[in-house]
Nanobody, 129 residues
Framework: QVQLVESGGGLVQAGGSLRLSCAAS????????MGWFRQAPGKERESVAA????????NYVDFVKGRFTISRDDARNTVYLQMNSLKPEDTAVYYC??????????????????????WGQGTQVTVSS
């Protein structure tokens, strides 16, 4: 099991930027595929972005493409979500998630909630209009 702690959330005006960080500890971070999810009030948790164990592959849901970028730094055991051109509808609690994967799956991407075994506590992002 890996422990995940998100940070970097806050209040920002529409059009602004934030960078979320998710620090991992407890296991070998480089063995994990990672994902970012979000949950707005009254809505279900949804996928935002995913990155493979290798870091070579990423995927985004349509509503963040071109605005958000997921990346990882295995030396720092951290995954990031750079969020630009933020909109009020991006307001949500953002969670990172981890899934340990075998080396032969190092380029796989995982986007379903059920794909992930470890979750952080979340960080609030609020975008004002």
């Amino acid at each position: 099991q890996v422990q995940l702690v998100e940070s970097g959330g806050g209040l920002v005006q529409a059009g602004g930027s934030l960078r979320l960080s998710c620090a991992a500890s407890g296991r070998t971070f480089s063995s994990y595929a990672m994902g970012w999810f979000r949950q707005a009030p009254g809505k279900e948790r949804e996928s935002v972005a995913a990155i493979s164990r290798s870091g070579s592959f990423t995927n985004y849901v349509d509503f963040v493409k071109g605005r958000f970028t997921i990346s990882r730094d295995d030396a720092r055991n951290t995954v990031y979500l750079q969020m630009n051109s933020l909109k009020p509808e991006d307001t949500a609690v953002y969670y990172c998630a981890a899934r340990e994967v075998a080396a032969y799956r190092r380029n796989y991407l995982y986007q379903r909630i059920s794909d992930y075994s470890d979750w952080g506590q979340g960080t609030q992002v609020t975008v004002s209009s």
